[in-house]
């Protein structure tokens, strides 16, 4: 009775943790394929793809929408991996007095609430003219994009071996080859878990692509919240099915290429 009791208490705990987790996606899938379903009735009462040929028709915006938010997405990569290369190379190699500060301050856009954040931005970008423009939209999610890019490059090149540094240049090679040749390639796998998460918050960043796109600049994120808010489940849950596959994909690439030694790192 004992070994039995002592069973259900983490078989319960167990059951409740899968319902949390996989209770929400499994009504997603419902919802995807429902094409009538009515309180009281716990599953669809017909089921269908009618609503897939719907959001992917010819007249629909999901296609630009989902055009505009991959483009975005690699912009965003592009531009954070620009920036956050060197200055997690400063960050990680040289002597810089106020490294912790430095750090900090990409922080300060996840330190207070997005909302007020992106009202503020949105009111100089309509001043500047870069209001329902793409290029605005990806400067928006660049710069939340930095903090993800920055402090994981900077743990990444601070996991180099500095000996191969050493010992390149103690053969005739200058900075910027040691950099392309040895300290680069060995930085790749943490700046490829750096460019996924960045992709992935572009990819569902809803606040920024609002007050800064909409209603010129249709984004999937955007489509989401609307088809929500005016209570089309089928179409909001296709539309989440959508964003939900590059996120789990990439997941299982971060989790390869990022290793725990990196991860360690971040913020020292």
């Keep these: 009775?004992?070994?039995?009791?002592?069973?259900?208490?983490?078989?319960?705990?167990?059951?409740?943790?899968?319902?949390?987790?996989?209770?929400?996606?499994?009504?997603?899938?419902?919802?995807?394929?429902?094409?009538k379903w009515f309180y009281p009735h716990l599953l669809p009462s017909e089921w269908g793809f009618a609503f897939w040929r719907r959001v992917f028709s010819a007249r629909s915006v999901a296609w630009e929408a989902l055009g505009n938010s991959v483009l975005v997405a690699i912009c965003t990569v592009l531009a954070s991996l620009a920036l956050a290369i060197p200055a997690g190379y400063a960050l990680a190699r040289l002597a810089l007095p106020a490294r912790g500060v430095i750090l900090l301050v990409f922080l300060i856009p996840q330190a207070f609430p997005n909302l007020t954040v992106y009202v503020n931005i949105a009111r100089l970008f309509y001043q500047w003219g870069l209001n329902g423009t793409l290029f605005g939209v990806v400067l928006v999610h660049t710069v939340h994009g930095l903090v993800f890019a920055v402090w994981i490059a900077s743990a990444a090149f601070a996991d180099i071996s500095r000996e191969?540094?050493?010992?390149?240049?103690?053969?005739?090679?200058?900075?910027?080859?040691?950099?392309?040749?040895?300290?680069?390639?060995?930085?790749?796998?943490?700046?490829?878990?750096a460019a996924i998460f960045v992709f992935l918050e572009s990819l569902d960043e809803f606040t920024g692509s609002y007050f800064v796109g909409a209603p010129d600049v249709q984004m999937m994120p955007l489509m989401l919240y609307s088809a929500g808010a005016g209570g089309n489940y089928q179409i909001a849950s296709i539309t989440a099915l959508v964003l939900l596959v590059p996120s789990l994909v990439f997941m299982l690439v971060v989790e390869r290429f990022l290793k725990a030694d990196v991860l360690a790192r971040i913020g020292k």
């Design 164 to 193: 191969m540094e050493q010992a390149a240049r103690s053969i005739g090679a200058g900075p910027w080859r040691t950099f392309i040749d040895i300290s680069l390639p060995q930085a790749l796998p943490g700046l490829m878990a």
């Design 1 to 35: 009775m004992r070994r039995v009791l002592g069973w259900i208490a983490p078989a319960l705990i167990l059951g409740v943790l899968v319902f949390l987790i996989f209770g929400p996606l499994a009504n997603l899938l419902l919802w995807a394929v429902a094409e």
